[in-house]
């Protein structure tokens, strides 16, 4: 089920199951939300479920996080070549020619 607001998902029965993508859609107010200091008994707002609720929650949103910040692309290192014109390139940059392989800066002055 989808949840709009921290409030709602605050009020939910705890078996109903939360998307991970609803929990860092609400990551904002899941870390930041704090109760009132000033509702202390005899009321029951909120109550300890209530706490535990939200607790629960910014755990799960720590490990999401964490999930998603390990899975972050890592640089991949480019293979250099070397060209028949004598330069080293990336091979991404390689240029084919009639007479062999050149870099970008030779083909421009090859092609003149």
Not at 9 to 32: K, S, T
Request: net charge neutral.
């Amino acid at each position: 089920m989808k949840f709009s607001t921290l409030a709602q998902l605050l009020l939910a029965d705890q078996d109903q199951e939360i998307e991970d993508a609803n929990v860092l859609d609400l990551a904002y107010g899941i870390e930041n939300f704090e109760f009132s200091p000033y509702n202390r008994p005899p009321f029951d707002y909120p109550s300890p479920e209530m706490r535990a609720r939200l607790q629960s929650l910014r755990a799960r949103l720590a490990a999401l996080k964490a999930a998603k910040a390990s899975m972050r692309r890592t640089k991949t290192v480019k293979t250099m070549t070397t060209c028949d014109c004598g330069h080293s390139v990336t091979a991404d940059a390689v240029m084919n020619t009639s007479s062999g392989t050149s870099c970008l800066s030779c083909y421009d002055r090859m092609s003149r």
